[in-house]
Every structure is written in C-alpha cells, then in structure tokens.
C-alpha cells in the first residue's frame, strides 16, 4: 500500500482524530463564552433565557462528542504505542516473535 505501514495508518488516524478534538474544544469554549449562570424572574427577558437556554445544549452536545474524540484519540495513541513497543520487540529478538 503505497510503502506505509500499519502504524503510518494508525498515527494518521490519530493525528485526525486528534486535529477534530482541538477544533471541537476550541469551538466549544468559544460557544460557552457567552453562557451566564443567571436567574431570570421578569417575564420580559424570557427571551434571553430561551437563548441561555439554546446556548447551553450546543454546549452540552459539544461536550459529549469533544468526549467521544478524546477517548478515541487516548486509544488510537495507546494502540500505535503498542504496535511500536512491538516492534521494537522483535527487532530485540532478531525478527523472532516472543
């Protein structure tokens, strides 16, 4: 396949992955720039709680996929750790598996 190998594969991967949960925490800490903890007794400002309101479930969805990259990109670099740690054992035993 082109001379990469399957950690090439597994790093790009990671490297996307990782790229989409920078964005994601960036775009989300941007979003909850204009979020308040505020109470709202008059009836004429339910307009603005409707838009806290808004503002913190694009928060709160943000929040659960930026968790779901996070966790993905912890597990694609503990599998390419784990593919370089076997090579490295192999190449210590002179091409023979353990």
Known sequence: MFG????NWVLI????VTAIFIVLMIFKSLA??????M???????SRQ?????????KVERLTVWAKRFGYA??????VSGAIWVYRGVIAFNGGQTP
Do not use: H, K, Y
């Open 73 to 78: 990109s912890i597990a694609l670099l503990a």
């Open 13 to 16: 991967a990671w490297g996307s």
């Open 4 to 7: 990469t190998t399957f950690l």
């Open 49 to 57: 709680a409707a838009e806290q309101r808004m503002i913190t479930a």
């Open 32 to 37: 909850g720039l204009r979020e308040d903890n």
């Open 39 to 45: 109470v709202i007794l008059d009836p004429a400002e």
